[in-house]
């Protein structure tokens, strides 16, 4: 089984946003990021035009979910229980690295403030 970071988040790739209002076009670039705890729990949040994410962030503003492992997926439910519950998978490429099924990836990121900690890169693990 792969192992993945917890001392961070996972960051996606951009997804590009484009409308238009009374003639006047919108454009931006949105972010979705996932905070994993040692303890089975994963928050959820989304940023427009902005890649830093802090832990307050998800903590205070995220979505709350829980998450398992298997093999090298990590199985997550929002909602769990409730009407409108979502389940999705994430696949473990590395422990740095997490793939959606859509082939999005999710890149591991220190928190701001752990960012000239040379303690927070993750250690490489051989698989």
Known sequence: MKKISHNG???STPYH????HGGVKIERLNYKAFYFTDDGIVYKKGK????????????LNGTKGEFTF???MID??????QRFEVRRQLTILDIDLLINKD??????TPFPSEIKD????????NS
């Open 76 to 81: 997550y439910v929002f909602n769990k229980g």
């Open 17 to 20: 946003y484009e409308d238009w």
């Open 48 to 59: 427009k035009n902005t890649t830093e994410f802090n832990h307050e962030d998800f903590i």
């Open 118 to 125: 040379k303690e927070s890169t993750p250690p490489r693990l």
């Open 70 to 72: 298997t093999g090298n």
């Open 9 to 11: 988040y996972y960051l």
């Open 103 to 108: 082939q999005r990836e999710y890149r591991w």
